[in-house]
């Protein structure tokens, strides 16, 4: 029997020296004669990063974490290929969930259906796994029927506003133009947010596929993945994914024989949070200072260098090869009416277990924080969520006890967003975590509008005094105040989402921003204040 | 060859410096190739905080100051580098070293807090786990 060893090597692995134990294991089996039997192969992230250095034993499913040295993996080799056995001790983390399956089982892995069971830096892995398939499926069908498949499924957008992507494919399709553009919007740089990082580190050829799909339902032929500078290890794989892809033949011209041509290049930012924006975006391609432009038009139809032009999140395109694989219907048996699919989320904060977790969109919100994220550390309380990264909502204990979905969340003024969840404990003080948010819009706001550039500014530098206890009695109502009319009036979603966190926080923990207003006090003793 | 972007330019110029920066005379030759007023390539230029116009240390340190970061006690790491490196935010230290910069975000939370040094990730730092690094860093250069 063939044994196949995948050593999570993503971003948060690697810097745990996954790289030198994947080495050490090539050479302990090579020095027991092992090496025609036992494969040793990079992967992705296996959803909980905090670990150390894991890994995979296929086709047995045996998990170990972490595997930190090479008596580790010493032990591993001689217990667990020669003899035969589970090595118990090295699945410390997981004691609750020892087996891959269960790990796993909690979650519904669609899109991240490959990441730890293949090589992210091997087209032919992807291929194994029915990688490109839903690419021939596609060429099989009419562009229309392609879009029709993507609106049946009722895929909405991952990228925040979510969007049906059906529809958006549909206004490019049916724009005239000579020239039309696929972009991937991998700009990630909300706060509390790394799963599109997962995608592309761990299956970056799910990507490209998705890609091309779009771009033969509404007739592009080229594609740009705008990614951030900083997600060096992404544009590696991203890079090296598109150059094998060229070299099949599954980039460039008259695909597998067809008369369908794509080409794809990737595009690095260069550090403004606002680029993740859509039209930003645009700007930030075309070379110039990434500002949000005037909408409408809309990119589907005026897009990129005016043309008609897709922009999809990494998350909506990973989503897409699977449904022309498997079909719309089977797409929607996961997730509720409004909603179908899965959603990825990046837990982070007070939280035992961290990492990115992918669940059926309606998974109740306090199941995803106390069991797959393994509840707080030090059995503290929970005091608050941030769900959506820092622009979008904070909610309370009582409010955790819900579906995450569309619908429901919008019930309680809240969204998926871009699908971070910070936990927060009862230690943690709300004036605190307001100015950390308010300083982050602060530095990110473009400038181009004064709602935005100005209230962002006069937003922190109230909660700066708040929490050195210089906070005045008309702070709360001028916060307010301001608040709606960055929302109403700023040029852009930056703005306009800047406030809604902390408005939120006013609303729902009045006593705590109370107590340092007037009583010149933190509660929890975070804020140091200068009465 | 495809035709690049004032951007595009601008970030091989900051790519190709040693001292991480892109120069009067990169700006000027973008400007010529481009037909572009240079007011409009340092607009550009300015508004991306990746990309500077002042000589940067060798090393660009990214310590991140995002959300999830600052609640596993990120500013008392800003502060410790601070200290080692002599420096503030935003500036090099002496020996040309290290450029000390603040990221609104790395998107590295599950092990926050965390720093890039160039292109390299840093994890679970604690105040020793900084210092030490820095070291190492120091040391490997110096040969
Ligand atoms: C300030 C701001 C930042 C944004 N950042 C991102 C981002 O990093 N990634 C992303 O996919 N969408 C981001 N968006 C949303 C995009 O504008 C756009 O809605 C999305 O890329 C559309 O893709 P989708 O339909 O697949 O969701 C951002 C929006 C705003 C207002």
Redesign the interface.
């Known amino acids: 029997m063939k044994h196949r060893i995948l050593i999570a090597e993503d971003?948060?692995s690697?810097?745990?020296r996954a790289k030198e134990i994947e080495k050490l294991f090539k050479k302990e089996l090579e020095k027991r004669n092992l090496s025609e039997t036992v494969s040793v192969l990079p992967t992705g992230s296996l959803g909980y990063?905090?670990i150390g250095v894991a890994l995979v034993i296929y086709p047995d499913n045996v998990l170990y974490a972490p595997v930190n040295s090479k008596e580790d993996v010493q032990t591993i080799v001689k217990e667990h290929f020669v003899d035969g056995k589970v090595v118990k001790k090295l699945q410390k983390p997981f004691k609750r969930f020892s087996q891959i399956e269960k790990i796993m089982g909690i979650q519904q892995r669609i899109v991240l259906e490959n990441v730890g069971k293949i090589s992210p830096e091997d087209i032919k892995e992807y291929i194994a796994f029915d990688g490109y398939k839903g690419f021939e499926n596609a060429l099989k069908t009419s562009p229309e029927g392609v879009i029709k498949e993507i609106k049946d499924s009722e895929l909405r957008g991952r990228g925040g506003a979510g969007f049906p992507t059906g529809k958006k494919w549909e206004f490019t399709a049916k724009a005239k133009s000579d020239k039309k553009y696929i972009i991937c919007n991998a700009d990630?740089?909300?706060?509390?947010?790394?799963k599109d990082?997962t995608i592309m580190e761990g299956d970056p050829h799910r990507v490209i596929e998705g890609m091309l799909i779009a771009g033969y339902a509404t007739g592009a032929n080229e594609g740009i993945i705008y990614i951030?500078?900083?997600?060096?290890l992404s544009i590696e794989r991203l890079e090296n994914a598109i150059s094998q892809a060229y070299d099949l033949g599954l980039l460039g011209n008259n695909i597998l024989g067809s008369n369908f041509s794509f080409d794809l290049?990737v595009?690095?930012?260069?550090?403004?949070?606002v680029c993740g924006e859509e039209t930003a975006l645009l700007n930030?391609?075309?070379?110039?200072?990434?500002?949000p432009r005037k909408k409408p038009p809309y990119p589907p139809t005026a897009g990129l260098w005016g043309k008609p032009t897709v922009i999809n999140n990494v998350e909506t395109l990973a989503n897409i090869p699977v449904i022309m694989r498997k079909g719309a219907e089977w797409f929607k048996q996961f997730g509720v009416p409004g909603s179908y699919g899965t959603k990825l989320f990046?837990?982070?904060?007070?939280l035992n277990w961290?990492?990115?977790v992918e669940v059926p969109f309606g998974t109740n919100l306090s199941f995803i924080i106390n069991e797959i994220g393994g509840g707080l550390k030090d059995n503290l309380s929970l005091k608050a969520v941030?769900l959506g990264g820092?622009s979008g909502s904070l909610l309370t204990p009582n409010e955790i006890n819900t579906p995450v979905d569309f619908n429901s969340l919008a019930k309680i003024e809240a969204g998926p967003g871009s699908g971070?969840i910070?936990v927060?404990s009862e230690k943690?003080c709300i004036v605190d975590?307001a100015k950390?948010?308010a300083?982050?819009f602060r530095?990110?706001s473009?400038g181009k509008c004064t709602p935005c550039r100005v209230g962002t500014d006069q937003m922190y530098k109230i909660i700066d005094r708040i929490s050195k206890g210089q906070g005045e009695g008309s702070d709360i109502q001028i916060m307010e105040k301001l608040g709606r009319t960055m929302k109403l009036t700023s040029f852009c979603g930056l703005g306009q989402t800047a406030p809604n966190a902390i408005l939120q926080s006013l609303k729902k923990f009045p006593d705590e921003w109370n107590a340092h207003i007037f009583d010149k006090r933190c509660p929890v003793n975070v804020c140091r204040l200068e009465a | 060859m495809k035709k690049t972007s004032i951007l595009e330019d601008l970030q091989k110029a900051e790519s190709h410096s040693k001292e991480n920066y892109i120069t009067f005379k990169d700006v000027l030759q973008i400007s010529e190739n481009k037909k572009t007023p240079l007011s409009k390539i340092y607009g550009v230029g300015t508004f991306y905080s990746m990309l500077s116009f002042k000589p940067r240390g060798r090393h660009i340190i990214r310590i991140c100051g995002g959300l999830a970061c600052h609640l596993a006690g990120g500013d008392k790491l800003i502060n410790k580098l601070k200290e080692v490196l002599q420096v503030d935010v935003g500036e090099t230290t002496k020996d040309g070293l290290f450029t000390l910069e603040e990221n609104s975000c790395l998107g590295l939370c599950s092990v926050a807090p965390v720093m890039m040094i160039d292109d390299e990730p840093y994890g679970n730092l604690t105040e020793e786990k900084v210092e030490e690094i820095i070291k190492s860093i120091k040391e490997g250069t110096k040969k």
Do not use: M
């Not at chain 1, 595009?267 to 949070?273: D, I, L, P, V």
């Not at chain 1, 990046?346 to 007070?350: A, E, K, Q, V, Y």
């Open positions: 971003s948060k690697l810097l745990n990063e905090d990630e740089g909300e706060p509390g947010t790394f990082r951030r500078g900083e997600y060096a290049q595009k690095k930012g260069a550090g403004a949070y930030s391609i075309e070379g110039k200072r990434g500002e990046s837990l982070n904060g007070d961290k990492g990115v941030i820092v971070s910070t927060l943690r975590v950390n948010i300083k982050f530095h990110e473009c």
